[in-house]
């Protein structure tokens, strides 16, 4: 449900953007709002087919509209039995009340909940990602203790591998260790091998297991070297407007403090280089916007 | 002076050459109409005889004149360069009239309070050696070298330039000027030296260590123009 901050924004901007610019916020909103009532109301058809008392799984379906929401459809990965088990009854519900709509299950999003018994005497609930859960029930059907391959996990889950990897790994981080791997470092190959850390334990009986943030697992991992030169243009400007700026309100700044300063200010566009602000820098010198204080040369000097 | 001012080169090459003859030269042109007095006890120093009329300024040729005058090497001495310093030339280049007459006022200059003449500051003109210069006062100095030797308005030196001016600036000053030198080399000949990093030499080689250890350079936090960060990298490969 949209808080009463969120509704206000809204409003605020449908009457100064129009209502072109809110439609698809708004019906973002109405899809949470409808999947919520739905799954909630005890009453509801709906109800009766995602909490069967006879699964095993409970699910909770979040429906949203495709136009809407800024979501690429990925594959879908297999999800174990028990979980497919469910989602086919609301699927073939969901059709039959909305005749030709197209569902598509978004498994790189989503959380379960699942109960893992590491010993008689840890047990846990942990809360993963979907993705998580179905390389962790894959154990299951394996002898106790027994090795699964990097290559075996992403031909069975069919999950990406590049977020095969993330959240693999994630199950793998110090903090977390519910599975172990064979080889040492951050690195996986096709023949790493994983098992259950039959040892985990926690303080806790609820553990939420946060997903990695990967940073060589982005789609363009250089893509900060090879930026087309408009861009490259335009971000000279925007850091030499940065400087002029912070040096205008300072008058004085030392250069470690400048480039820092820059680099915060400039963060939630790009990350500029440290060699890439001294350019800037260099730049405004020579057309003596700054000067170099005479006794520290460390120091630069705002001429107005 | 600095060589690449063609015609000064010529006009100094050729001082070199007659520097006996130069004396002569200067007192025959002291008894045209335009010329300077002749006043007892030498050649009086006019700014006409040195100045271009069509410019209104002592211009580099009239310096080489000057350096023909005086015997000296007007491409290589730093002392003709001190001399404008002193004088406090502000037009790059050039020397006004009015810039001119502190021959006579300025105290740092052996013709100060005496009569200005060719001797005077002949007799003197050891006196304006560069070396005597304290580093607080050599940095204006070294500043004035990039400011007089530029082009008009333009704000940079080119690479022969600086590569010429560089070593009879900085002379002993630097322990960097050899392989920084080299360095220029190997950048193209349309390179261009600006203040900023021109400046910066000097304070880089008056804090900076010899190499191969740049001893008090620190990579991560370097706020020396990318040139100079270059010019290590250059250094410490060539070890």
């Known amino acids: 449900m949209p808080s009463d901050a969120e509704r206000s924004m809204l409003a605020k901007l449908k009457s100064e953007c129009g209502y072109q610019f809110t439609t698809k916020l708004e019906g973002m909103f109405t899809d949470i709002r409808f999947s919520k009532d739905a799954m909630d109301n005890p009453g509801s058809e709906v109800h009766a087919v995602v909490r069967p008392t006879i699964l095993a799984v409970d699910l909770d379906v979040t429906t949203l509209t495709a136009g809407y929401w800024p979501m690429q459809a990925t594959n879908t990965c297999r999800l174990p039995a028990a979980a497919q088990a469910v989602c086919e009854p609301f699927e073939s519900f969901y059709l039959k009340q909305h005749t030709g709509r ?60 590049n977020e095969l990897k993330r959240h693999v790994v994630s199950l793998c981080t110090p903090k977390h260790r519910v599975l172990l791997k064979k080889s040492k470092g951050k690195g996986v190959s096709d023949d790493d091998a994983f098992k259950v850390n039959i040892k985990y334990s926690s303080k806790l009986k609820r553990v939420r297991v946060p997903l990695v943030a990967m940073k060589e697992a982005g789609a363009h991992p250089d893509s900060s070297d090879k930026v087309p030169a408009a861009v490259e243009e335009d971000r000279r400007h925007l850091c030499e407007a940065t400087v002029v700026r912070i040096m205008k309100a300072r008058k004085h700044a030392k250069h470690n403090d400048l480039i820092a300063e820059v680099t915060r200010q400039l963060s939630q566009r790009f990350f500029p280089q440290p060699q890439f602000i001294k350019k800037c820098i260099e730049s405004l010198l020579e057309r003596e916007y700054l000067e170099r204080d005479a006794s520290d040369s460390k120091m630069y000097i705002y001429m107005a | 002076m600095a060589p690449k001012r063609k015609s000064t080169s010529k006009a100094s090459g050729a001082a070199s050459k007659k520097s006996k003859a130069a004396t002569s030269a200067s007192s025959k042109k002291a008894s045209s109409p335009r010329g300077s007095k002749k006043k007892a006890g030498g050649t009086a120093l006019a700014f006409a005889t040195y100045a271009d009329p069509d410019e209104g300024y002592v211009t580099f040729e009239g310096l080489g004149k000057l350096g023909e005058d005086l015997g000296i090497d007007a491409s290589s001495d730093t002392k003709l360069l001190v001399l404008c310093w002193r004088l406090g030339a502000e037009k790059p280049g050039c020397v006004s009239e009015e810039e001119w007459a502190k021959l006579g006022s300025e105290p740092s200059l052996p013709t100060c309070d005496k009569p200005v003449t060719l001797e005077t500051l002949k007799a003197g ?52 000027t050899k392989t920084f030198l080299e360095f220029l080399e190997t950048k193209p000949e349309d390179f261009k030296i600006n203040r900023d990093q021109w400046c910066s030499f000097l304070d880089f080689s008056l804090n900076v260590g010899p190499a191969p250890d740049f001893l008090g350079w620190d990579a991560d936090e370097s706020s020396w123009p990318i040139l100079l960060d270059e010019f290590v990298e250059f250094a410490m490969a060539k070890k």
Not at chain 1, 110 to 135: D, N, P, W
Not at chain 2, 148 to 170: H, M, Q, S, V
Request: with cysteine; glycine share 2%; aromatic share 12%.
């Open chain 1, 102 to 161: 197209k569902l598509t299950w978004l498994t790189s999003t989503g959380s379960a909940e699942i109960r893992a018994t590491f010993s008689q005497a840890a047990k846990h609930e942990l809360t993963v990602s979907t993705y998580m859960m179905c390389i962790l029930v894959l154990f299951n059907d394996l002898d106790h203790g027994a090795e699964i391959t990097f290559a075996a996990l992403a031909a069975q889950t069919q999950i990406p591998r």
């Open chain 2, 125 to 176: 003109w050891s006196t304006l050696d560069p070396a005597f210069l304290e580093n607080s006062d050599f940095r204006p100095f070294f500043k004035f070298c990039f400011e007089f030797n530029r082009e008009g308005t333009k704000k940079f030196l080119e690479r022969d330039t600086a590569l010429a001016l560089l070593p009879i600036c900085i002379e002993d000053r630097s322990k960097h």
